[in-house]
């Protein structure tokens, strides 16, 4: 009997194992919409994103294939992004054949028309008085359009801002001042405004020209614009100060004179009748001025010796020079009435310019020349005034 009673117990055991291992687990594949929508405006777009879950009820992301119903109204891409075009209604299909089997789904959309907008580009917080500001704007219809239609321009308070047909707003008083722009579109009034502050100018006092630098012995003359709080330019007295007058000097016109290399520091400064005092700055660097010379080889012309080098450089803030004979110079004591002269024709003192009668004969020394450019002479003449004959020369390079 237990041979006979365990064969029974092992064939129940068996026949339950495969009746629960041929049970069908099988699902529906679905692909559906994770962000669904009914409407969509008139020239906006909407990224359609999708759920494919397989047969198994496994998430997978296969291809999905998009279309539309009236691309004319809807147009959809090939990533889902679709965009309305027109008025109406469409439909979205979305599909796959994953696995050999094609699923989709459609989403049913109506397109809708925009509400109108009428859009000031370039708000302001603050305007100054007696400034203006143009406005920019821009009208865009129901269907996304822009259109050129007149526009209406009001301000609140005129006595604070105005504003003309073109939407040029003129700032005229202090105060706070709305200004409104609208249209006609389809029968309907369309209207923006901007709200604003008209704020005062403020005194100031400023240099008009100022510059970096001048050179010692230049001048410069200084102008400045004072503005009074309505915004209006006045003519005033001002003062004017140097931070260190051994490197400039300015008197109380803005006449500035540059005295010797260096930096300083201008100020002018003005006094109103309520005791605020304005000023304004700026920075004055003085050079050294660069002192041109040039220089020579005297020679003889006669029997009589001559000979020596030179040098001739300008004297800085003046318009005079400084001739230099070197140690060089040695000349003839038996000529009478020798004369030094500057020229341009070595072999004449005609149109010459007399420097000075040599007293000189050997060695160094030095001869003041005025009122003369370096420019202005080409040679240096010696010429003996008993005989009226040229004694030498020496060409200025």
């Known amino acids: 009997m237990k041979p006979l009673f365990l064969f029974f117990i092992v064939t129940l055991v068996f ?60 147009r959809v891409t090939n990533s889902g992004l679709i965009t309305a075009l027109n008025l109406g209604n469409a439909s979205i299909t979305a599909s796959t054949n994953a696995d050999g089997v094609t699923v989709s789904n459609t989403q049913n959309i109506t397109v809708i028309a925009l509400k109108a907008v009428l859009q000031l580009n370039n708000p302001i917080e603050n305007l100054t008085v007696n400034r203006t500001h143009q406005y920019r704007s821009q009208f865009t219809n129901t269907l996304g359009q822009t259109q050129n239609l007149p526009i209406r321009w009001s301000s609140s308070n005129s006595a604070i801002a105005t504003v003309n047909t073109d939407g040029l707003v003129s700032a005229k008083s202090e105060g706070a001042v709305t200004i409104t722009a609208s249209i006609t579109s389809n029968g309907e009034t369309i209207s923006t405004t901007d709200n604003f502050r008209v704020i005062p100018v403020g005194e100031s006092l400023s240099i008009n020209n100022p510059i970096a630098e001048l050179t010692a012995g230049q001048t410069h003359q200084y102008t400045t614009t004072y503005s009074n709080a309505n915004g209006q330019n006045q003519n005033v007295a001002v003062r004017w100060q140097s931070s260190d007058a051994a490197i400039a000097t300015i008197d109380n016109t803005g006449k500035v004179m540059a005295v010797k290399a260096g930096q300083t520091t201008l100020t002018v400064s003005y006094t109103n009748a309520s005791g605020q005092t304005l000023t304004d700055t700026t920075s004055l660097t003085v050079k050294a ?43 003839s004591t038996a000529l009478p009435g020798l ?41 240096l003449l010696y010429w003996c005034k008993p005989f009226s004959v040229k004694v030498g020369e020496g060409e200025i390079q």
């Open 289 to 331: 001025p660069q002192i041109r010379q040039k220089s020579g080889t005297i020679k003889t012309t006669s029997s009589y010796e001559l000979k020596g080098s030179f040098v001739i450089k300008e004297i800085p803030g003046t318009n005079d020079l400084e001739l230099i004979v070197a140690s060089d110079y040695k000349a």
């Open 339 to 379: 004369y030094l002269y500057l020229t341009n024709n070595p072999n004449t003192i005609a149109n010459a310019k007399e420097i000075k009668k040599v007293a000189v004969f050997n060695g160094a020394h030095r001869y003041l020349i005025e009122n003369t450019g370096i420019n202005d002479y080409s040679h």
């Open 15 to 74: 026949t339950s194992c495969v009746s629960n291992d041929i049970i069908d687990d099988r699902v529906a594949e679905k692909l559906s919409f994770n962000n669904t929508i009914s409407e969509l405006a008139i020239t906006k777009s909407h990224q359609f994103t999708t759920k494919y879950t397989n047969n198994v009820g496994e998430v997978r992301t296969p291809k999905i294939e998009w279309t539309s119903s009236d691309a004319n109204v809807l």
